[in-house]
């Protein structure tokens, strides 16, 4: 190989590799629960369906308030 194969092969080994160590770091990172998004958990899955509750409520009365 000479240099005009080599420095092209080099730029994709090191992309390739940089985006490996960059899928295993942002996995290993999303492991630990602290990390996560607060409503991926359970309880904010519970807070969640409470506020569509009272969403659902609410646009019930608006519209039983529109019909008066």
Do not use: C
Not at 7 to 34: D, E, H, N, Q, Y
């Amino acid at each position: 190989m000479n240099t005009n194969e080599l420095l092209p092969s080099l730029a994709i080994f090191t992309l390739i590799a940089v985006l490996i160590i960059a899928v295993v770091i942002f996995a290993r990172f999303m492991r630990k629960p602290g990390n996560r998004h607060p409503m991926d958990t359970p309880r904010g899955k519970a807070i969640q369906e409470v506020r569509d509750e009272e969403v659902t409520e609410a646009r019930a009365n608006d519209e039983a308030s529109a019909r008066r």
